[in-house]
């Protein structure tokens, strides 16, 4: 029996599939006599591919929802249509994210020195076709293939600048972690496979024995009650065993040690992809399975997400108030980070799941668009000054006013207090998901890391304004591409603080 | 011997029975054995031929790119197995064809670019 394949719903990773290709082909067959520089021959064309897979998920949006590779007509049973990809709102908002920080992503590394360029941005679109293609995975196979899609690029892309013992020691990092958490969640998946029989999402879920089913059971015989009490043991351990896997990607604690270590490590716009783009695709899969197959478990993952979300805002602020690193400093914030955004998870035993949700795919697209404006001011900075020490940002404003007025801006938004608008309405609707769902000691945990977290953004950014030390060089720094990556940044989080609706309203 | 775990019981004895076969043959052949060393006898043993060189010996980095290579292949040939006892049965046809040929087709430009990095060149 042969699946009928719907192109349309499958353009975009389909466009950044063949834009990687072109691009390798590009860079093998340039002569050397070409009127071009091989920089440009295979970044603009990158850059094309990227816009044109946002124009593609723009299109998507517009249309009905589309799905394909479903389980044909003739072997569904109990008519669920089992869809592997699926175009629906969630998958196109965090497609969407995806690519317009790509985009950004390319412009920062137009100017990367010391890297093989074509490598480079094979790499690079290979990467965004797993985070493309992940959000609208709907199996757990074709999820943890386009993980994997996601994570195998990136280990390379760190370990690219060859003679860096640094960019070594983080590339092998990524690798053991990621390996790691792969096998992990793979055993996961195995056990719920074998207590479900299926691996499609909408499957496990009609199939999950829930309490209901355990009482059908009971009916039975005593020994049928048994098994079935046994059976919903192993489908937890699997749940939190796949939950594991998938959180050592996105840095929750406990599986958060890799961080800083890997983003420092790692040229910067890396970093950038890292923190924005594979974290935004890691938690896309996190939803996807906790909420469409594992939503009859809720008040069994709801409080255990809930502790973990206290726990990695506090570490990740506690530990991030002590870094003078820059890239380091945004590493831990990003940790922290990803706490504000589960924490609305851990409320869903109470709340619906469709406003749970909501409410976190508004956090992360807001904390993308801030987040990516910081790491395209460092990489600003960091090229005039390598050390990329605190203390290299003072002064700042004396040279590149409209860098620190911009840098400002995203710090005063991580931190979430006005100007930075968009910051602030962010948190202001993730609290209100967990202060709704009577998760009282979790508001009080966020609202004290909010202040923690107030410190070191506020640190930095009064540093920017501060007499610069004597001996830094006063040159002006000057990028275009870097110059237009801001303008993007600052464009959108603008549009954020003036329009939050836009963001909030993204899953209605 | 019953229940779950006592069929475990089955392969402890086995594995035991295995150690003390092992350690036994050996023991007797050091009791029974006469042991008169002499330079030639104490050569490691190398199919009869006197050993040259050391023991520790290196292997030339470069055959992990044909290691690399040879998986491509391999890998590829997994999917192929399957494809070819299906792709001419009813309900296939040329749609069939034509994917595989795209699959190939991307496996087909890691090889073109080994081949244009200078890898399949031994200098």
């Known amino acids: 029996m042969i699946q009928s394949i719907d192109y349309a719903a499958i353009a975009p990773p389909l466009i950044l599939a063949i834009t990687a290709g072109l691009v390798l082909l590009v860079d093998l067959l340039l002569p050397k006599s070409a009127g071009i520089s091989r920089r440009t021959a295979v970044s603009v064309p990158a850059l094309a591919g990227v816009i044109a897979a946002l124009v593609a998920v723009v299109l998507l949006a517009l249309g009905e929802d589309r799905s394909t590779f479903c389980v044909p007509e003739g072997l569904r049973v109990e008519g669920l249509a089992s869809c592997s990809y699926v175009a629906d709102n969630l998958s196109l908002v965090f497609a969407g994210v995806v690519l317009a920080a790509a985009v950004v992503v390319i412009l920062l590394s137009m100017g990367e020195r010391g890297v093989p360029q074509g490598e480079w941005y094979f790499l690079l679109l290979c990467a965004l076709t797993g985070a493309v293609t992940l959000p609208a995975s709907r199996d757990l196979i074709t999820l943890v293939v386009a993980l994997e899609l996601l994570s195998l690029p990136v280990f390379a892309l760190t370990a690219l600048k060859r003679h860096d013992g640094k960019a070594g020691e983080a590339a092998l990092k990524l690798f053991l972690v990621s390996v790691v958490s792969t096998a992990i969640t793979l055993f996961g998946i195995s056990l719920i496979y074998g207590v479900t029989g299926g691996v499609h999402l909408d499957w496990i879920a009609a199939a999950l024995p829930t309490d209901r089913n355990v009482v059908v059971f009971a009916g039975g015989s005593p020994e049928a009650a048994a098994i079935a009490e046994r059976i919903l043991g192993v489908v937890d351990l699997g749940l939190v065993m796949v939950l594991a896997g998938f959180i050592f990607k996105i840095a929750v604690v406990p599986f958060h040690f890799w961080a800083p270590d890997v983003y420092q490590g790692a040229p910067i716009p890396v970093a950038a992809l890292l923190s924005v783009i594979s974290k935004a695709a890691g938690f896309a899969a996190v939803f996807l399975v906790l909420t469409k197959a594992f939503a009859g478990l809720a008040h069994l993952w709801a409080p255990l997400v809930a502790v973990l979300a206290a726990l990695t805002m506090t570490v990740g602020n506690l530990l991030a108030l002590r870094q003078r690193h820059a890239v380091r400093l945004l590493a831990w914030s990003s940790v922290a980070q990803s706490g504000y955004i589960l924490a609305p998870l851990g409320v869903a035993g109470e709340r619906e799941l469709s406003t749970v949700v909501a409410a976190s795919t508004a956090y992360i697209l807001i904390y993308a668009a801030m987040n990516i404006g910081a790491f395209s001011i460092v990489t600003l900075v960091a090229r005039a000054r390598p050390r990329d020490h605190l203390d290299d940002y003072r002064g700042l404003y004396g040279t590149n006013p409209v860098a620190a007025l911009a840098m400002a801006f995203f710090l005063v938004c991580l931190a979430g207090l006005p100007p930075g608008l968009a910051g602030l309405f962010a948190k202001v609707v993730v609290f209100r998901e967990v202060v709704v769902g009577d998760l009282g000691w979790l508001a009080v945990v966020m609202a004290v890391n909010t202040v923690i977290g107030l410190y070191y953004y506020m640190a930095w950014a009064a540093r920017l304004f501060a007499p610069a030390e004597p001996g830094v060089s006063r040159t002006r720094l000057v990028s275009a591409p870097v110059g237009v990556a801001v303008a993007v940044a600052v464009v959108i989080t603008g549009v954020f603080s003036f329009a939050p609706q836009l963001a909030l309203s993204v899953l209605n | ?123």
């Open chain 2, 1 to 123: 011997m019953d229940g779950y775990f006592g069929s475990y019981a089955v392969v402890a004895v086995l594995i035991v029975i295995g150690v003390v076969i092992y350690v036994g043959a050996l023991t007797i052949n050091r009791l029974l054995s006469p042991i008169r060393p002499s330079a030639e006898k104490l050569l490691t043993y190398e199919c009869g031929v006197d050993p040259v060189g050391e023991g520790w010996a290196q292997t030339q980095v470069r055959y992990y790119v044909f290691t690399y290579l040879y998986v491509v292949f391999a890998v590829d040939a997994v999917f192929l197995f399957p494809w070819a006892t299906v792709f001419a049965d009813p309900g296939f046809g040329l749609t069939t064809l034509v994917e595989m040929f795209v699959f190939l087709g991307f496996i087909a430009l890691g090889i073109l670019y080994a081949w244009r990095k200078g890898v399949l060149s031994w200098t």
